[in-house]
């Protein structure tokens, strides 16, 4: 048995001592033109699979037909997923496709995969492969309407995608807009149907602004959002900043409020309770405020409901007063925040006036 012993030491210290030689020799080619070889394909793709099919389980699925949700999940993929893997209807983009292992072509791949497997996948992302992790781990609400959008991938023509990210270019807005914003915000700041998106139009220039460079350094968690603003410039944030904030926000009715709801939103807002400290939502989110704020006045109800939710979570991220929302929120538990995101979508918003 000794001798066994010693014979399968010898035998692993011989192996060990080749995978050295080889290993500093360099003689294994990296190359990414040669491909992987089928058994060792099939090895990663089985392990893959079954890894994200284990890690998945469990995983809540919210709904995925709330009215905006596809567009917007259109607009996120066309803007950060669209270069590795191309557009339905249209067939791989040359230069990924000839990575090593080159991104998948989705209609092939998505069929397979169920709504929390897509949703573990575009979160974390895939080793050994080009696929990234979402770019911020605080915002898995961000992931939802990608995921909706993947589900119908397959099924989607050109046309039916073109549909859904074409934005109106026959605006005096500065490139940036129609180029980075508009397919989310929409040209004039109203946004394209989803209540989850923030309205542009009218909102203050210096908040739009330090917003951008809040998300461009990371400091404002958004995985939609770091890498559009990382990549612009302080002029391009600027033209975006100030083209919104010259805009006019217009009521298009997409806001379905419970009466009950707004009302007892009022009553938070006017109570002047130090308990809740909601009080201090008018004297710093009204008209005249100051323009480092943001305006809350007709934005989407459940957008600012969300808002609330990710700074009592400390998801949100943000600078300067930003953080002062913490023990705000905090005060207020799921049903206040809905009342109260309620009573501000409710407003219309006035006018504000921008600097010459």
Same mark, same amino acid.
Request: with cysteine; hydrophobic share 35%.
């Given at each position: 048995m000794q001798d066994f012993i010693k014979k399968l030491a010898l035998l692993g210290l011989v192996l060990a001592t080749i995978g050295v030689i080889v290993l500093v020799s360099g003689i294994v080619p990296v190359k990414a033109s040669s491909g992987h070889w089928p058994i060792t394909r099939w090895m990663l793709g089985f392990a893959s699979d079954r890894s994200v099919a284990f890690h998945s389980t469990g995983t809540e699925v919210p709904s995925l037909d709330e009215p905006g949700m596809l567009t917007l999940g259109a607009g996120i993929y066309q803007s950060n997923c669209k270069w590795c893997h191309g557009s339905p209807g249209s067939p791989m983009p040359p230069v990924p496709a000839a990575m090593t292992p080159a991104p998948p072509y989705l209609p092939d791949v998505l069929r397979d995969l169920d709504s929390a497997e897509m949703f573990y996948i575009v979160k974390h992302g895939i080793k050994f492969t080009g696929m990234p992790a979402w770019p911020t781990r605080q915002r898995d609400d $961000? *992931?939802?309407p990608l995921v909706a959008f993947l589900r119908q991938f397959s099924q989607m023509s050109d046309s039916q995608y073109r549909d859904l990210v074409d934005v109106d270019e026959g605006t005096a807005a500065? $490139?940036?807009?129609? $180029? !980075?914003?508009?397919i989310c915000h929409a040209s004039d700041g109203m946004g394209r149907g989803s209540d989850r998106v923030p309205i542009l139009a009218g909102q203050n220039e210096a908040y739009l602004r330090e917003s951008l460079q809040a998300f461009a350094e990371g400091k404002r968690h958004s995985g939609v959002m770091e890498p559009i603003a990382a990549r612009l410039s302080k002029r391009e944030m600027s033209d975006a900043s100030k083209w919104y904030a010259s805009q006019?926000?217009?009521? !298009?009715?997409?806001?379905?409020?419970?009466? $009950?709801?707004? !009302? +007892?939103g009022r009553r938070l807002i006017s109570q002047h309770d130090d308990t809740l400290k909601v009080a201090a939502c008018s004297k710093c989110h009204g008209q005249d405020n100051d323009p480092s704020y943001p305006v809350l006045a007709g934005q989407p109800a459940e957008y600012l409901d969300r808002q609330l939710a990710l700074f009592r979570n400390r998801s949100r991220g943000g600078v300067g007063s930003g953080n !002062?929302?913490?023990? *705000? +929120?905090d005060a207020l538990d799921e049903d206040q925040s809905q009342q109260i995101a309620s009573y501000f979508a409710s407003l219309r918003p006035e006018p504000i006036e921008s600097d010459p």
């Open positions: $961000e *992931i939802w500065p $490139e940036v807009v129609t $180029e !980075q914003c508009a006019t926000a217009t009521s !298009q009715g997409r806001f379905d409020l419970d009466d $009950e709801s707004v !009302q +007892a !002062q929302m913490h023990s *705000i +929120a």
